[in-house]
């Protein structure tokens, strides 16, 4: 039986309930409070038959007046006469009953005594019986049902509160998972695809903790502590994972947000418990994830203060500096924010490595399907380097999601493996959102939607830095698509101004391919004229790409410009004319382009109004190869490609 099977079988017995134990011992202790009043020494009888049918009668032997309200009566021996074949017990021959007054009772009993002369045959005694057992259980009883109360109670409040850590009285302790040899990681680095450098930074300190005298006989030291930073779902936490699997030692692993609770000092209290219990268990790493919860800067606003949570960050500090890398001990934390993160943190000597984890290139994208489509069951035909390209700005968790969405729309259809359509249709629903074929669309806007997708398409395909088309359609998808065309972007780091030109008139190729066609314009380019207004004011404010500005980036990585901006209103009034200029210039050029090629603008709406969706070899049969991939490639020497004076088609534009 494997490791995996030994704990689902362990996790399926049940646990037993203690509830029951507590019920058990309220039980008993009602049931001693009640029984010796229920437990009779005798028959009960009445007081007027006690007078009239054995006193009377000389049946009495001695009478017993108990606490001033009861009375225990013993009868003589054949004062009863027996059933036939039966005897008479000595439990018959005992009877008893309550008197309301005593005195009046000792009155009447020794006035028939007299009068019946049983001076001699009746005993008579006052008893006074102390019943110890009710003396007790009258303060015991509450006080165990107040405890039981309050177990009840503190187990629910730490239920809710979350495990060990939750408790009340531990609400100052760690509640970091803790994964040893017992609940060992199972992630290691061949489940992480696509950081190739990042793997090689993170091997060297799993090294370190399994071959600690290689660096140390050299006489250095394995950095303190290791940040990892990267945009969510690159995979920080999977990496993290990974070297806890490698480096098969405790691995502790918390989230930044779980050290700060609303009381004061608990944050605090929970770092120093977490280095003390590590430093019990070194060799070891600690992981924090999303460290930016409690490693903002100090100080920056004002208005934003919380003493709490930079308490935790002091504490967080000096446990840092307190450690040395001799004990085995390696912090290791993420975040996506590494702009916010207070500077003394990311000194030498705390956080001396920041290890980048980027979005991965087309290589490594398709490294990561390769790991995520390894349990599923796909068609021999599935071309990994394809749907890698298709994914640009993918990281591993949209890979991961696509992954499954195939798989998911692949049982929908009944189907035995997943193939590459399933693929295509999982980056669709990823890309654009869920296909909505039950939305009613009037053929006035259906048509005018054809026209809008038509217009980005032309921009596309006759513009020389735009990217590659991949398909256009007018299927609406998500909450607001009515149709999209989708681009297979370039691996690039830099934009020049012409590409970024060539961007937005790709934007703008809907709103004015209606208005070319119909004359006006609809609300259907929203989204297309944020990003180019985004676009504009970057390239002015950040990019330095404006000559009336200047070359000026007013980029405020670190947050000092909250409360004011960093230039005047008269430049602030130059930023917005300028944004206007660019934009209107663009939307001229490409009012420019979509005119000299309404013919094509035409072609491409028709065939979208029959078939809904092209692709690019349905552009090349329809328009044409597009012109900028018929260019031929320059000579070393400078000459080829388009002659001088002899501009290409789109050169002109």
């Keep these: 039986m494997s490791e995996q099977q030994k704990n689902n079988k362990e996790e399926k017995k049940p646990n037993f309930n203690y509830y029951w134990i507590y019920g058990i011992v309220l039980l008993g202790f009602i049931a001693t409070y009640f029984l010796p009043s229920m437990a009779n020494t005798g028959d009960k009888i009445s007081e007027i038959e006690f007078f009239q049918s054995y006193l009377r ?5 001695k009478v017993n007046i108990v606490n001033k309200d009861f009375v225990e009566v013993t009868l003589k021996e054949g004062s009863i006469t027996p059933k036939e074949g039966e005897e008479v017990s000595a439990k018959a021959l005992q009877k008893e009953f309550t008197i309301l007054s005593i005195e009046e009772f000792r009155n009447q009993l020794f ?28 303060w015991l009883l509450p006080l165990l049902v ?39 990681v199972n992630v290691t680095f061949n489940d992480v695809a696509g950081l190739e450098e990042a793997k090689e930074e993170v091997v060297e300190i799993v090294d370190f903790l399994k071959h600690p005298q290689k660096y140390t006989a050299l006489g250095g030291k394995i950095p303190k502590g290791a940040l990892l ?25 918390i989230s930044g947000s779980d050290f700060v609770e609303m009381f004061v000092g608990v944050g605090a209290s929970r770092v120093r418990d977490l280095f003390k219990v590590a430093r019990e268990k070194a060799p070891c790493i600690i992981f924090i994830d999303e460290i930016d919860a409690i490693g903002r800067a100090r100080g920056r606003n004002v208005m934003q203060g919380n003493d709490e949570r930079e308490n935790t960050l002091n504490q967080l500090l000096v446990e840092m500096d307190g450690f040395s890398s001799k004990k085995g001990i390696i912090m290791v934390a993420a975040t996506n924010r590494p702009d916010v993160l207070d500077q003394a943190l990311l000194r030498p000597g ?90 009613i669309i009037s053929p006035e806007e259906r048509e005018i939607i054809a026209y809008h997708e038509a217009g980005h398409a032309i921009c596309g395909w006759y513009l020389e830095h735009a990217d590659p088309l991949l398909k ?36 703008l190729g809907g709103r004015v391919a209606e208005d070319i066609i119909y004359g006006k314009v609809s609300t259907g380019a929203q989204n297309d004229l944020e990003r180019i207004t985004q676009m504009a004011y970057s390239m002015i404010t950040l990019y330095g790409m404006n000559e009336r500005v200047g070359n000026i980036s007013f980029n405020d990585q670190k947050g000092d410009y909250n409360f004011k901006k960093p230039y005047s209103d008269e430049t602030s009034t130059m930023i917005d004319e300028e944004v206007r200029k660019i934009i209107a210039e663009a939307y001229e050029r490409t009012k420019i382009l979509l005119t000299e090629k309404k013919g094509d603008l035409e072609v491409i709406a028709k065939e979208l109004l029959e078939k809904e969706i092209l692709f690019k070899s349905d552009l090349e049969r329809l328009i044409g190869v597009r012109p900028s991939e018929m260019k031929p490639p320059r000579k070393p020497d400078g000459t080829g490609g388009a002659k001088v004076g002899q501009d290409s088609e789109e050169e002109t534009i």
């Design 57 to 61: 009668e000389g049946k009495v032997e």
């Design 111 to 138: 006035t028939e005594v007299k009068a019946n002369n049983l001076q001699d045959s009746v005993e008579i005694n006052t008893v006074e019986r102390t019943d110890w057992k009710n003396g007790i259980l009258s």
């Design 146 to 184: 107040i405890f039981l109360v309050w177990i009840f109670v503190m187990r629910k409040v730490s239920g809710s509160m979350g495990g060990a850590g939750g408790q009340i009285f531990n609400i100052g302790k760690s509640k970091a998972t803790l994964f040893d040899k017992e609940t060992a």
């Design 229 to 253: 930073v990267g945009t969510p779902g690159t995979g920080k936490t999977l990496l993290a994972k990974a070297m806890a699997g490698e480096a098969k030692v405790p691995f502790f692993s």
């Design 350 to 439: 705390r956080f001396d490595r920041q290890i980048v984890i980027d979005k991965p290139d087309i290589n490594g994208r398709e490294a990561i399907f390769k790991v995520h489509i390894k349990p599923l069951k796909v068609a021999e035909s599935i071309d990994l380097n394809k749907l890698a390209s298709q994914t640009p700005g993918f990281v591993g968790a949209d890979i991961a999601n696509v992954c499954n969405e195939a798989a998911l729309i692949a049982a929908r259809k009944g189907k035995k493996a997943i193939d590459n359509k399933d693929f295509q249709d999982a980056i669709d629903r990823h890309i654009g959102g869920l296909e909505r074929k039950s939305r």
């Design 472 to 507: 256009v359609t007018i299927i609406p998808r998500g909450i607001a698509a009515l149709g999209y065309a989708q681009y297979i972007p370039k691996e690039r780091f830099l934009y020049n101004s012409d590409e970024l030109s060539d961007q937005m008139c790709m934007l």
